[in-house]
T-cell receptor, first 116, second 115 residues
Framework: NAGVTQTPKFQVLKTGQSMTLQCAQD?????MYWYRQDPGMGLRLIYY???????DKGEVPNGYNVSRLNKREFSLRLESAAPSQTSVYFC???????????????FGPGTRLTVT | AQKVTQAQTEISVVEKEDVTLDCVYE???????LFWYKQPPSGELVFLIR??????QNEISGRYSWNFQKSTSSFNFTITASQVVDSAVYFC????????????FGKGITLSVRP
């Protein structure tokens, strides 16, 4: 039981290059999330997927796209990387409870992305 | 809109001291959930506790304890007899239960425990 896995762990891109960050979970969770973490900013939600087949924008979606490939996998794509996207990216998953129940999110180890 | 404020940015203590990390939240909902996460130097985020708005009982888990007070919209975290391994960034987070509810994080508190 690996939990939430992310690839790659580190990546350096040049401005304008594209790449996809991969995330997979083996906990049979319905909901998955992508966050970015910047110094002094905490974690900010980029996109999330409440269930397979649905995706929604979070707080900072500009410059990103996502794909919920199946229940296990949720990828984040940078079409044209910019230096402002230098950050640590975390994927997370959680159970989707009934309306009034909110479960904790489990996080992957993160991807450290540098855009030069 | 919901908001989480962790006013302390960095705290430094000597091992065996007690330390309290403050968390103040804002939400319009009557039903919501509060969380604490730990991020050690290795970088992963570790879930510590989840508390719903209807449960104001304080919780103790070993050296960790949490004080939830709705009257002051606070969910503070105390580490008793701190250890070097407690050195980490600690995040408080809030999630309401509205449609499309999301987890809102505070900016984190960096705790350094010196031997």
């Amino acid at each position: 039981n690996a939990g939430v896995t992310q690839t790659p762990k580190f990546q350096v891109l040049k401005t304008g290059q594209s790449m996809t960050l991969q995330c997979a979970q083996d906990m049979n969770h319905n909901s998955m999330y992508w966050y970015r973490q910047d110094p002094g900013m905490g974690l900010r939600l980029i996109y999330y997927s409440a269930s397979e087949g649905t995706t929604d924008k979070g707080e900072v979606p500009n410059g990103y796209n996502v794909s919920r490939l199946n229940k296990r996998e949720f990828s984040l794509r940078l079409e044209s990387a910019a230096p402002s996207q230098t950050s640590v990216y975390f994927c997370a998953s959680s159970e989707a409870g009934p309306y009034l129940v909110s479960y904790e999110q489990y996080f992957g180890p993160g991807t450290r992305l540098t855009v030069t | 809109a919901q908001k989480v404020t962790q006013a302390q940015t960095e705290i430094s203590v000597v091992e065996k001291e007690d330390v309290t990390l403050d968390c103040v939240y804002e939400t319009r909902d009557t039903t919501y959930y509060l969380f604490w996460y730990k991020q050690p130097p290795s970088g992963e985020l570790v879930f510590l506790i989840r508390r719903n708005s209807f449960d104001e009982q304080n919780e103790i888990s070993g050296r960790y304890s949490w004080n939830f007070q709705k009257s002051t919209s606070s969910f503070n975290f105390t580490i008793t007899a701190s250890q070097v391994v407690d050195s980490a960034v600690y995040f408080c987070a809030l999630r309401d239960t509205g449609a499309n509810s999301k987890l809102t994080f505070g900016k984190g508190i960096t705790l350094s425990v010196r031997p």
